[in-house]
């Protein structure tokens, strides 16, 4: 089936100017996932969402990161007024949630953001 | 708490020889633990989880890890590397509890280059 789709996969945007990546989980999945993986900073938890509800959006860096998700299914990562420092790539994941144990997460390609 | 160190920053193995990936975990709970693959520009590929069932997990591509709750690790290993292993490989530990939603937590990576 369909794995998890993320659009763009590269974008390259002026220093200032909003951006908006946007992932489309895996159909079904309830539980969605962003990461930030910057060069020497490995992998980097910025928010999880159970339906469209975020329980944990401790790893949004600051007030010009936030996202949403719709219909329980696709999400948008919003960066405002972007910095040169955001430049990384963005990873969403998606698991199914069955209670008791971690479920693994299944990852997109990535969006590749470059603030120049 | 939870916490994950993966010993090596990177390993080198020639064709045909055995493979081995070192990670300890700290974890308050009996943790989940997996290993994800990444290929260069790719999205996190799953090799194999364990969840409290067997000690020993078998992954895809001839992969399997051990663990060992003595020794709080999950090392990784494959009998025989091909040139596709090359890669960055990430140790990750999970706990649900009552307080905790089972927030992954990533390794540094280990960066593998196999030489002909």
């Known amino acids: 089936g369909a794995g998890v789709s993320q659009s763009p996969s590269n974008k390259v945007t002026e220093k200032g100017k909003d951006v908006e990546l946007r992932c489309d989980p895996i159909s079904g999945h309830t539980a969605l996932y962003w990461y930030r993986q910057s060069l020497g900073q490995g992998l980097e938890f910025l928010i999880y969402f159970q339906g469209n509800s975020a329980p944990d959006k401790s790893g949004l860096p600051s007030d010009r990161f936030s996202a949403e998700r719709t219909g329980g299914s696709v999400s948008t990562l919003t960066i405002q007024r972007t910095q040169q420092e955001d430049s990384a790539v963005y990873l969403c994941a998606s698991s199914p949630r069955l209670a008791g144990i971690p479920y693994e997460q299944y990852f997109g390609p990535g969006t590749r953001l470059t603030v120049t | 708490a939870q916490s994950v160190t993966q010993l090596d920053s990177h390993v080198s193995v020639s064709e045909g020889t055995p493979v081995l990936l070192r990670c300890n975990y700290s974890?308050?709970?009996?943790?989940?633990l997996f290993w994800y693959v990444q290929h260069p520009n790719k999205g996190l590929q799953l090799l194999l989880k364990?969840?409290?069932?067997?000690?020993l997990v078998k992954g895809i591509n001839g992969f399997e890890a051990e663990f060992k709750k003595s020794e709080t690790s999950f090392h990784l290993t494959k009998p025989s590397a091909h040139m596709s292993d090359a890669a960055e490989y990430f140790c990750v530990v999970s706990s649900m509890t009552t307080d905790s939603w089972g927030k992954f937590q990533f390794g540094a990576g280990t960066q593998v280059v196999v030489t002909p």
């Open positions: 974890s308050s709970y009996s943790p989940s």
């Open positions: 364990y969840t409290s069932a067997a000690t």
